[in-house]
């Protein structure tokens, strides 16, 4: 089972910048699409950003194109969330996802099969 866990959330002012991280055990992530979604308090999940296995191709949801840039170092099991010009609706807990094995990247929660924990990016206005 993979084992993801995210960090580089926290409180930041509108207009300001985050990384976000996402670390994958071993060799976890071979093969593997990985999403970043999104979850604000009484609201659904929402995808942010997705990522295919060689890096070449990349999705984004449209409230968050070109603010937003999603990369992945294969060779350190890692893949990052670059967020610039943040705003207050950006605000929520942040999860990277890895897809099933070989999938295309995709936006659809359901296609992700393994989860990490969490990390709270705040926005404040």
């Known amino acids: 089972q993979v084992q993801l866990v995210e960090s580089g959330g926290g409180l930041v002012q509108a207009g300001g910048s985050l990384r976000l991280s996402c670390a994958a055990s071993?060799?976890?992530?071979?093969?593997?699409?990985v999403g970043w979604f999104r979850q604000a308090p009484g609201k659904e999940q929402e995808f942010v950003a997705g990522v295919n296995w060689s890096g070449g191709t990349t999705q984004y949801a449209e409230s968050v194109k070109g603010r937003f840039t999603i990369s992945r170092d294969n060779a350190k099991n890692t893949v990052s969330l670059q967020m610039n010009s943040l705003k207050p609706d950006d605000t929520a807990v942040y999860y990277c996802?890895?897809?099933?094995?070989?999938?295309?990247?995709?936006?659809?929660?359901?296609?992700?099969?393994?989860w990490g924990q969490g990390t709270q990016v705040t926005v404040s206005s």
């Open positions: 996802a890895a897809g099933r094995r070989l999938a295309p990247v995709t936006t659809i929660y359901s296609d992700y099969a393994e």
């Open positions: 071993g060799r976890a992530l071979v093969g593997k699409a």
